[in-house]
């Protein structure tokens, strides 16, 4: 096939790609030592190239040849031959525990840099074109959490903003939003955007000793949504996992009697607003969009009815048999909520406050909280993304993978909101992941662009691919066959030729 002249610039993406490391094997997929791997786009060809990032966790397990850094899902444990001081030692300082740099998840671009995430306190800088590891930085030393999300939100002037949640005060747990700027002051070219990283806002946990788990938000053009689901962890298991000799993960509890709890930030005062919004329980891990009408906040998850989806991806259950004895528990239901934050003051208590045509509803209830039903849009999508142009307005197009029972994706999809319509790709023995959006440069229409996935073939015989589908049609545009073992990957971002700063610069 053939690219568009128009597409030049780099599909850069990030996953866990070593799970061995000498004679000691993580226990979940998501542990696996980062590997990044790129697509570059120069002149209708296509460039690919993969590395390792080399993270301070990857240099010390590489050094030992073993697992000495621990992650989410493998609790790691220091050479048994130190001494017994040092041992005890480090039991104590295990309390909030020295997170692993291990960035896997996503990247992110902060002011003209890149940086490769994951959900603690460290990200990684990293060379775009060489993928090559560049310095640490810790939040903490910026902005009192000990953990983010790898799912920044990007505003019109190119400012991140991002939320975390602060464990540090004893007893006083909260989330923080804060705002890293695209740009610094002319005088003060030599510092980076980190060291004018502002909190936006704080809002307290409802339990200060569980705090809910999120891995995304949400964001309109007037404010900033943080859901609060019961999927919690628990801090003071944490504190004593390393002793216990259990994973983090197994910290996380979902209680599924309790609610979960929506909050809302206006952007502008940076307050809560203070009426009550809640739902059902739900675990969820990927906000899709999110917008304003007449009033009302609308915004689109994909959640699940339990937690099953990470225990999926324990490597045991990870065998040759992976597709049929993997089935999910709780399939992924990509959800409307419209919440209506201008509503008729005496309404009576039981009454529908929404006000718009939708299925959703929001009941006001005697204690002045309202209960959020969401309308179903569809099922069985995850890994949505959508033309970053709409985000925070009213849109039509999600792209995702199709994913169905089995966690693994097997198909792209796109799913016309308004319509409900779908479109599909798919081939046998074929991975894809997420799907990523790139607008055309003369784009009139929401849809006017390609859509960019890599393959990986359940054959090893079969080369992986990438895949460049056009993204009104979902037709085929080309493919580019790489002759490599690639890596199943999580997330990523497509970077125009003109944001790749040369070496020169």
Same mark, same amino acid.
């Given at each position: 096939?053939?690219?568009?002249?128009?597409?030049?610039?780099?599909?850069?993406?990030?996953?866990?790609?070593?799970?061995?490391?000498?004679?000691?094997?993580?226990?979940?997929?998501?542990?696996?030592?980062?590997?990044?791997?790129?697509?570059?786009?120069?002149?209708?060809?296509?460039?690919?190239?993969?590395?390792?990032?080399?993270?301070?966790?990857?240099?010390?397990?590489?050094?030992?040849?073993?697992?000495?850094?621990?992650?989410?899902?493998?609790?790691?444990?220091?050479?048994?031959?130190?001494?017994?001081?040092?041992?005890?030692?480090?039991?104590?300082?295990?309390?909030?525990?020295?997170?692993?740099?291990?960035?896997?998840?996503?990247?992110?671009?902060?002011?003209?840099?890149?940086?490769?995430?994951?959900?603690?306190?460290?990200?990684?800088?990293?060379?775009?074109?060489?993928?090559?590891?560049?310095?640490?930085?810790?939040?903490?030393?910026?902005?009192?959490?000990?953990?983010?999300?790898?799912?920044?939100?990007?505003?019109?002037?190119?400012?991140?903003?991002?939320?975390?949640?602060?464990?540090?005060?004893?007893?006083?747990?909260?989330?923080?939003?804060?705002?890293?700027?695209?740009?610094?002051?002319?005088?003060?070219?030599?510092?980076?955007?980190?060291?004018?990283?502002?909190?936006?806002?704080?809002?307290?946990?409802?339990?200060?000793?569980?705090?809910?788990?999120?891995?995304?938000?949400?964001?309109?053009?007037?404010?900033?949504?943080?859901?609060?689901?019961?999927?919690?962890?628990?801090?003071?298991?944490?504190?004593?996992?390393?002793?216990?000799?259990?994973?983090?993960?197994?910290?996380?509890?979902?209680?599924?009697?309790?609610?979960?709890?929506?909050?809302?930030?206006?952007?502008?005062?940076?307050?809560?607003?203070?009426?009550?919004?809640?739902?059902?329980?739900?675990?969820?891990?990927?906000?899709?969009?999110?917008?304003?009408?007449?009033?009302?906040?609308?915004?689109?998850?994909?959640?699940?009815?339990?937690?099953?989806?990470?225990?999926?991806?324990?490597?045991?259950?990870?065998?040759?048999?992976?597709?049929?004895?993997?089935?999910?528990?709780?399939?992924?239901?990509?959800?409307?909520?419209?919440?209506?934050?201008?509503?008729?003051?005496?309404?009576?208590?039981?009454?529908?406050?929404?006000?718009?045509?939708?299925?959703?509803?929001?009941?006001?209830?005697?204690?002045?909280?309202?209960?959020?039903?969401?309308?179903?849009?569809?099922?069985?999508?995850?890994?949505?993304?959508?033309?970053?142009?709409?985000?925070?307005?009213?849109?039509?197009?999600?792209?995702?993978?199709?994913?169905?029972?089995?966690?693994?994706?097997?198909?792209?999809?796109?799913?016309?909101?308004?319509?409900?319509?779908?479109?599909?790709?798919?081939?046998?023995?074929?991975?894809?992941?997420?799907?990523?959006?790139?607008?055309?440069?003369?784009?009139?229409?929401?849809?006017?662009?390609?859509?960019?996935?890599? *393959?990986?073939?359940?054959?090893?015989?079969?080369?992986? %691919?990438?895949?460049?589908? #056009?993204? @009104? &049609?979902? /037709? !085929?545009?080309?493919?580019?066959?790489?002759? *490599?073992?690639?890596?199943?990957?999580?997330?990523?971002? %497509?970077?125009?030729?003109? #944001?790749? @700063? &040369?070496? /020169? !610069?």
């Amino acid at each position: 096939g053939q690219l568009p002249t128009w597409l030049q610039g780099i599909l850069l993406r990030n996953g866990p790609g070593m799970h061995t490391i000498g004679d000691s094997k993580y226990n979940h997929w998501f542990d696996g030592l980062a590997l990044l791997h790129s697509f570059t786009f120069k002149d209708g060809e296509v460039y690919y190239r993969s590395k390792y990032l080399r993270s301070d966790t990857y240099n010390c397990n590489i050094e030992a040849n073993r697992i000495v850094v621990s992650e989410f899902g493998t609790m790691a444990y220091p050479d048994p031959c130190k001494n017994i001081f040092a041992k005890a030692f480090s039991y104590l300082s295990h309390t909030i525990p020295e997170f692993t740099d291990n960035c896997l998840i996503n990247i992110m671009k902060a002011g003209d840099d890149f940086y490769a995430t994951s959900e603690t306190n460290f990200i990684r800088k990293i060379n775009p074109q060489t993928l090559e590891t560049l310095e640490k930085v810790d939040y903490n030393k910026y902005v009192a959490v000990n953990v983010a999300t790898s799912h920044p939100h990007y505003d019109s002037a190119g400012n991140v903003l991002n939320i975390g949640t602060s464990i540090v005060d004893k007893g006083k747990t909260k989330y923080v939003l804060f705002k890293i700027p695209s740009s610094v002051p002319e005088e003060e070219k030599k510092k980076s955007c980190f060291k004018h990283l502002e909190v936006v806002c704080s809002i307290p946990s409802r339990s200060l000793l569980h705090p809910s788990y999120y891995h995304s938000f949400g964001i309109t053009e007037n404010y900033i949504i943080f859901v609060e689901q019961p999927f919690r962890l628990d801090i003071l298991k944490m504190a004593t996992a390393y002793i216990r000799g259990v994973n983090w993960a197994s910290c996380l509890a979902y209680h599924k009697d309790d609610k979960t709890w929506f909050h809302f930030i206006d952007r502008k005062t940076k307050k809560e607003v203070s009426t009550k919004f809640y739902a059902d329980a739900m675990v969820f891990f990927h906000h899709i969009n999110a917008y304003e009408e007449d009033g009302h906040i609308i915004f689109d998850i994909i959640a699940y009815a339990d937690n099953s989806l990470y225990d999926m991806f324990y490597l045991k259950n990870l065998d040759k048999d992976f597709e049929e004895n993997t089935k999910l528990t709780a399939i992924p239901v990509c959800k409307r909520y419209v919440v209506p934050l201008q509503y008729d003051k005496v309404a009576e208590v039981g009454s529908n406050l929404v006000t718009i045509p939708s299925t959703a509803t929001a009941v006001k209830e005697k204690d002045g909280n309202i209960y959020c039903q969401p309308e179903i849009l569809c099922e069985g999508i995850e890994l949505p993304r959508i033309n970053y142009d709409y985000n925070g307005k009213k849109y039509k197009y999600v792209y995702a993978t199709e994913v169905q029972w089995s966690p693994v994706p097997t198909k792209i999809a796109k799913f016309n909101t308004q319509t409900r319509e779908m479109l599909h790709w798919g081939q046998d023995h074929c991975w894809p992941s997420e799907p990523v959006f790139v607008p055309s440069p003369d784009a009139k229409e929401e849809d006017d662009g390609v859509v960019l996935t890599c *393959v990986v073939r359940t054959d090893p015989k079969e080369a992986p %691919f990438l895949l460049i589908l #056009d993204a @009104k &049609t979902f /037709t !085929e545009l080309g493919r580019a066959s790489v002759d *490599v073992e690639m890596h199943l990957d999580l997330h990523g971002m %497509f970077i125009p030729e003109q #944001d790749v @700063k &040369t070496e /020169t !610069e």
